[in-house]
């Protein structure tokens, strides 16, 4: 048996552990060293196969069967365009399957999937108006006059040749600026190491 990865979720292995046997040696050991009866046990959960990232943070997928578990800062796509945990789950299956090599374009997405959000603040915690949150809360004001924001509301936008555009109904918008998207979907093959195969461990 070989441990993969620690975290403070659990010990991940190459093979199967008898935690009978594990528990067992854990209730002997906390009963010898500190005469004490133990209360810790350990639970075992079995997946067919990961994937590990060999970076600082702990980056990993679990699969079983048709079920993905993602874990890892930089695989979360909460402030990210909707599109990123989509293509994330279908990079991730190429991976498990071997079929790496997927091409996507871009420019196929609708604008739907291009939408992010973000939670605004009350204005006095921002010291520039140029920071995202005040561009947004700025464009609210003028297309929104009759709207009062509170703190924590969250304002939904796409990025344009125009900066970023506040998402209203029945609204033309200007151009996608595509490179800005193409950038969020080179960083999901870049986490994935598609491209660098040292930085990634199967079992």
């Not at 196969?49 to 874990?71: A, E, M, P, Q, V």
């Not at 990210?80 to 071997?98: R, S």
Request: some cysteine; charged content about 30%.
């Amino acid at each position: 048996m070989k441990i993969i990865s620690i975290d403070t979720d659990g010990m991940y292995t190459d093979s199967k552990i008898n935690v009978e046997k594990l528990n067992e040696y854990l209730d002997k050991k906390t009963n010898e060293l500190f005469k004490l009866k133990n209360y810790l046990h350990v639970e075992c959960d079995t997946f067919n196969s990961g994937y590990f990232r060999k970076t600082k943070g702990k980056h990993y997928i679990l699969k079983d069967k048709n079920k993905l578990l993602i874990h890892g800062q930089s695989f979360k796509g909460s402030n990210q365009p909707k599109f990123f945990d989509d293509v994330l789950i279908q990079l991730a299956n190429d991976l498990f399957n071997e079929k790496i090599g997927r091409t996507i374009d871009i420019k196929n997405f609708s604008i739907e999937s291009l939408i992010q959000s973000v939670k605004v603040k009350d204005e006095g915690n921002y010291k520039s108006d140029s920071s995202l949150s005040m561009q947004l809360i700025n464009a609210a004001k003028r297309e929104m006059p009759h709207v009062k924001l509170k703190d924590s509301d969250q304002l939904s936008y796409i990025k344009t040749n125009k900066g970023y555009e506040l998402i209203m109904p029945g609204k033309t918008y200007g151009e996608i600026d595509w490179k800005y998207y193409q950038s969020i979907l080179d960083k999901i093959y870049e986490r994935l190491a598609m491209e660098d195969k040292a930085q990634v461990r199967f079992i």
